[in-house]
């Protein structure tokens, strides 16, 4: 399928989105997100894909929400159609999903990045939370996401000044998982994504959801949600299979 605003390829197990609006740095508009939306709930249903990555263009990730898009919108029309709504499909998403990404990720580009389970940055990255120089705050977890990322200081500078972090610093405060050569950077995500998507499908995705109540819950809270799911992972015949073969010294061969 076709689409105006994205391209999408498979890579064996991994599904790779690019997000496609050279003109306007990958502006995010509705038809971006719902095209993005259309494509996760696609490779969500398909067994045949066990990890995603979602990249931008050399120059641009994404330079955050459409302004010449939000420029004219009304309170009523903000609060009731509420657009960022649609945004939340990604962190909803239960396969594991990589943001690579290279250029700007800015305002919801940032946010975007975040929303994934962790971002591989390309030495040329540069993130960032601009909205209040636009006179809005950032709309799509900014705040939220990026505090839990790098801490209070560090967000609280980023969300009120609308400086930019470089990859150097953002690998640095934990923000991105590692830096790469730009050249390497899809490269580099789809090797990390192919090697999660040769793992026990279910293992992985019970993996992701149980990293993420981290940071919903309690301690004790997670840690007794991971030893139920740990438990649970012993009726997987993926389990048998993994240990089996670590005993044969011989690579497991996973069900999916
Ligand atoms: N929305 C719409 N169009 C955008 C855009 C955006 N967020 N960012 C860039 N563009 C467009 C520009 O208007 C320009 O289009 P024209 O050629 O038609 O003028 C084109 O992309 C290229 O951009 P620039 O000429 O500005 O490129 P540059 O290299 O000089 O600067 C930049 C790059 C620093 C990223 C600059 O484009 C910029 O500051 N962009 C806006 C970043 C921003 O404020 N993002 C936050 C948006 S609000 C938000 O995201 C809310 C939320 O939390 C949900």
């Not at 975040?114 to 006179?135: H, N, R, V, Y």
């Not at 279910?202 to 799911?229: D, H």
Request: glycine share 8%.
């Amino acid at each position: 399928m076709a689409y105006e605003t994205i391209l999408v390829e498979r890579h064996e197990r991994v599904g790779l989105i690019r997000l496609n609006r050279p003109q306007a740095l990958n502006a995010l508009n509705s038809v971006l997100i719902g095209e993005l939306n259309t494509v996760l709930d696609a490779f969500e249903a398909d067994r045949g894909i066990g990890c995603m990555v979602l990249t931008g263009s050399e120059k641009a990730f994404a330079a955050g929400a459409d302004i010449k898009q939000m420029q004219d919108y009304s309170y009523p029309e903000t609060y009731l159609d509420d657009f960022i709504t649609s945004w939340e499909r990604l962190s909803r998403a239960r396969k594991p999903i990589i943001a690579a990404v290279a250029g700007f990720a800015l305002g919801g580009g940032c946010e975007l990045a975040m929303s994934c389970d962790f971002i591989l940055a390309a030495d040329t990255a540069k993130f960032g939370q601009p909205e209040i120089k636009l006179g809005v705050m950032p709309g799509a977890g900014g705040t939220q996401r990026l505090t839990r990322f790098v801490g209070k200081s560090k967000a609280m500078e980023m969300c009120l000044t609308g400086r930019m972090m470089d990859a150097a610093e953002a690998e640095r405060v934990g923000l991105v998982s590692r830096v790469v050569p730009a050249a390497d950077l899809v490269a580099e995500a789809l090797k990390v994504a192919k090697t999660i998507a040769d793992m026990s499908l279910p293992v992985a995705m019970q993996t992701k959801e149980s990293v993420n109540r981290a940071y919903e819950t309690t301690l004790a809270e997670g840690i007794r949600f991971e030893r139920r799911v740990f438990q649970s992972q012993f009726a997987f015949a993926d389990q048998k299979e993994g240990m089996t073969a670590f005993i044969e010294k011989r690579a497991p061969k996973f069900q999916r």
